[in-house]
C-alpha cells in the first residue's frame, strides 16, 4: 500500500538548464505547500550567491487553479518568468516547461519547471505479465513456443528498468532527506549556539546586576557611616564655632569700646581741621580778591592805553596810506601824461616841418591845398583820438598799480597776520604774557590740552584781547579780494557754530552731573576729604597759613582744599570760589604757590606784593611788537 501511495502521487521540481560548471542547486524540489528560493538560511532552498535576495521568490501550491503552482517575485534584483521582469508581490501561475530565472542579466540560475508521475496501472501490468512468464517457464504442461519466451523476457526487461528507475528516484530522495537532514542538523547546531551564547550573556548580565546591586548595597553602608561621621563632626564644628563666636564677640565689644573712643577723637581733630581749613579760605580769598581787582585794574588801564594807542597809529597809517595813493596814481598820470605829451609835441614839430615844406610847395601849387587841408582835418581827428586812447591808459595804470599794492599787503598780511595754529588771519586776536598772539578759538583749544605757548612753550599767565589788530585786519580785508572776504567770513561763522555746540554740550554736562551730585544725597554736600587737609600748624610763619612746604609739594590739593562748601568737585567747571593754580583768571596764584619770593619779593605777612607778571614793560614790549609790524606793513606800500 505505502508504495502505491508514493507510486501514484506527482513529483514538482525545477532543472536547472542553465550552462555552468557549477553541479550544484541541479534540481530544486517542492515539497509542501510553499517553497520560498533566496539566500536567506529561512528559505526553503537556499542559493548562497550575492546576487540572489534573501527572500527571492515563493512558489505556492494551488489546487483549484490547473495550473497546481504560482510563482511571486519578492525580490529587488528580479525574476523572470519565460524570459519576462514579474512585477514584485503579484502571483503568476506556472505551468508545465516554463523557465524561471532568479536574477536579471547572466543565465546563472535558469530553471525549467517540470513534474513527474509514475503511473500506478503500468506498474501493474508489467508485474503481472513477468509474473505470468515466469509461471509458464515453470510449468512445462503450458505451451513452450518461443514467441510467448521473448515477450517474457522483454517484459522482465521493462519491469526491471522500471524498478531501476524508481530505485534511483528513491536514492535520489533519500539524498536529499540526508542532505535536509545534515543542514537541519546544522541549523540546530547553529541555534544551539546561538542559545547558548544568549543563556551565557543573560547570565553574565544577570551576574552584573547582582554584582551591581551588591555594591549598591555596599555603597548605601558606607554612606550611611559617612552620614553618620559628618553628623558627629559637624556637631562638633558647631561646639567649636559657639566657643569662637563668644570669642569673638567678646573682641567685638572691646573693639567698639575703642572704635567709639577714636572716633570721639576724630572729631574733635575735624572740628579743628574745619577751623582752621575756614580760616584759611578767608585768607586765600581776601588775597584772591585783593590780587584779581588789583590785575584788573591794570589790565584794563594797559589795555585802554594800547588801544588808544593802536588807535591812533592806524589812523596815521592809514591817512599815509590814503595820501601815498594819492600822489602815486597823480605821480604817475602826471609823468604818462608827460610822456604822451612830448612824444606827440614831437610828432607834431615833424608833422609840421613837413607841413611848412609842403605849404611851400603848396604856394608854388595852388592845386594841393585843398588836399593839405583835408590832411590837416585828419591830424587833428587823430590827435583826439590819441588823447582819448592816454586817458584810458592812464586810468588802466592807476588801476594795475592799486592791484599791485594790494597783493603786496595781502602777501605781507599773509606772512604777519596769521594765526600760528590755525594759518588763517587773526579773529579774536589775544596777546600772551610772552607777547605771541593767537586765535582766541584756537588758544582756548590748545589750552584744554597744554597751558604752555605754542611758539615758545613759556608758560600761559595772562591773555589780552587786542583789538587794534582785528580793527586793523577788518579794514585791510575789506579792500582785498572777494575770495579772501568769503573765505573769513565763512572760518568765523564756523568758528562761531563750534562755540556755540560746545558751550552747549558744556552746560549738558554740567547739568548732569548736578544732577547725579545731588542724586548721590546731601550726606557728601560741603564736606572736604579729610585726607587731604594739610597737617596742623605747619608752615604758619612761612606765608600761606596752615600749609608751608606741603603747600608748594602738592599744589593740587591745594586746590582741592579750597573749594567751595557744598561743591563737591575737584576744582573742575566753573567754580567761582576755586582757586585754579594755572587759570588765566588767576595767574599769579600758581605762581604764589610755586616760587612767591619772585613775585611778591617777601614772604606773605611781610607786605604787599610785588608788580604782578604782565606789568608795563612786559605791556611795552607787545607795543613795541605791534608797532613793528605796522612799520613793516607800511614800508610795503609805495612812497612818493
Avoid at 502 to 517: D, F, P, Q, V
Avoid at 530 to 535: A, I, L, Q, T
Amino acid at each position: 500500500m505505502e508504495l502505491n501511495a508514493i507510486i501514484n502521487k506527482p513529483y514538482y521540481y525545477l532543472k536547472r538548464i542553465s550552462l555552468s560548471e557549477d553541479k550544484k542547486y541541479f534540481i530544486i524540489p517542492f515539497k509542501g505547500e510553499e517553497v520560498s528560493v533566496g539566500r536567506s538560511l529561512e528559505s526553503s532552498f537556499v542559493l548562497p550567491d550575492v546576487s540572489i535576495s534573501r527572500q527571492h521568490a515563493v512558489f505556492k501550491k494551488v489546487n483549484s487553479h490547473p495550473a497546481a503552482w504560482t510563482v511571486k517575485n519578492v525580490s529587488s534584483s528580479g525574476t523572470l518568468l519565460n524570459g519576462v521582469i514579474l512585477p514584485q508581490g503579484v502571483d503568476k501561475p506556472l505551468h508545465l516547461n516554463d523557465t524561471v530565472q532568479f536574477g536579471v542579466g547572466e543565465n546563472k540560475f535558469l530553471y525549467k519547471f517540470a513534474v513527474k508521475i509514475i503511473s500506478s496501472n503500468r506498474a501493474a501490468s508489467t508485474a503481472a505479465s513477468a509474473t505470468r512468464a515466469a509461471t509458464e517457464t515453470c510449468n512445462p504442461n503450458l505451451a513452450t513456443n518461443k514467441a510467448a519466451e521473448v515477450s517474457a523476457s522483454h517484459s522482465l526487461v521493462e519491469a526491471h528498468d522500471h524498478l531501476e528507475l524508481r530505485l534511483h528516484d528513491s536514492r535520489t530522495a533519500y539524498d536529499r532527506l540526508l542532505k535536509e537532514k545534515e543542514e537541519l542538523a546544522q541549523s540546530l547546531q547553529q541555534q544551539k549556539l546561538q542559545l547558548e551564547k544568549k543563556y551565557q550573556d543573560e547570565r553574565d548580565e544577570l551576574q552584573r546586576q547582582v554584582m551591581e546591586d551588591k555594591k549598591k548595597q555596599e555603597l548605601q553602608e558606607t554612606q550611611e557611616k559617612l552620614s553618620l561621621q559628618l553628623q558627629q563632626k559637624v556637631e562638633q564644628l558647631e561646639q567649636r564655632l559657639a566657643n569662637e563666636r563668644a570669642e569673638l564677640e567678646a573682641q567685638m565689644r572691646i573693639e567698639q569700646q575703642k572704635k567709639e573712643e577714636l572716633q570721639s577723637q576724630q572729631e574733635m581733630v575735624c572740628n579743628k581741621l574745619l577751623e582752621e581749613k575756614r580760616a584759611l579760605q578767608e585768607a586765600l580769598e581776601q588775597e584772591r580778591v585783593r590780587l584779581q581787582a588789583q590785575m584788573q585794574e591794570q589790565v584794563t588801564e594797559k589795555v585802554q592805553l594800547v588801544e588808544q594807542q593802536l588807535q591812533e597809529q592806524l589812523k596815521q597809517v592809514q591817512s599815509r596810506l590814503q595820501q601815498q595813493e594819492d600822489v602815486a596814481s597823480s605821480l604817475s598820470r602826471e609823468l604818462e601824461k608827460k610822456a604822451e605829451a612830448e612824444q606827440r609835441l614831437q610828432t607834431l614839430e615833424e608833422e609840421k616841418t613837413k607841413l611848412e615844406q609842403e605849404l611851400e610847395k603848396a604856394k608854388q601849387d595852388g592845386q594841393q591845398i585843398s588836399t593839405l587841408q583835408s590832411a590837416l582835418e585828419q591830424m587833428d581827428q587823430d590827435k583826439a583820438t590819441l588823447q582819448q586812447e592816454m586817458e584810458m591808459m592812464e586810468f588802466a595804470v592807476s588801476a594795475e598799480a592799486k592791484k599791485a599794492v594790494l597783493d603786496t599787503v595781502e602777501q605781507a598780511m599773509d606772512s604777519e597776520m596769521q594765526c600760528p595754529i590755525c594759518n588763517e588771519l587773526f579773529i579774536k586776536a589775544i596777546l600772551l604774557n610772552c607777547s605771541h598772539t593767537f586765535c582766541e578759538y584756537c588758544i582756548n583749544s590748545w589750552k584744554k590740552n597744554k597751558r604752555d605757548c605754542p611758539a615758545c612753550r613759556a608758560a600761559i599767565t595772562s591773555e589780552t584781547r587786542s583789538l587794534a589788530i582785528d580793527n586793523f585786519i577788518d579794514k585791510i580785508v575789506n579792500s582785498l579780494s572777494e575770495d579772501m572776504k568769503i573765505n573769513r567770513l565763512k572760518t568765523i561763522k564756523d568758528r562761531e557754530d563750534e562755540i556755540v555746540k560746545a558751550a552747549a554740550a558744556e552746560a549738558a554736562a554740567k547739568a548732569a552731573k548736578e544732577a547725579a551730585r545731588s542724586a548721590r544725597g546731601r550726606g557728601r554736600r560741603g564736606h572736604a576729604r579729610h585726607r587731604e587737609v594739610p597737617p596742623i600748624g605747619r608752615g604758619r610763619a612761612r606765608g600761606l597759613p596752615g600749609t608751608g612746604d606741603w603747600g608748594r609739594r602738592n599744589p593740587e590739593r591745594i586746590r582741592v582744599q579750597v573749594g567751595a562748601e557744598g561743591s563737591g568737585s575737584e576744582g573742575t567747571g566753573s567754580d567761582r570760589s576755586v582757586v585754579m593754580i594755572s587759570a588765566p583768571i588767576n595767574p599769579t596764584f600758581g605762581h604764589f604757590l610755586d616760587n612767591r619770593s619772585a613775585h611778591f619779593g617777601r614772604p606773605y605777612n611781610e607786605g604787599p606784593p610785588q608788580p604782578l607778571p604782565g606789568s608795563s614793560s612786559q605791556y611795552s614790549a607787545e607795543l613795541r611788537a605791534q608797532q613793528s609790524l605796522l612799520q613793516s606793513l607800511l614800508s610795503l606800500m609805495p612812497r612818493r
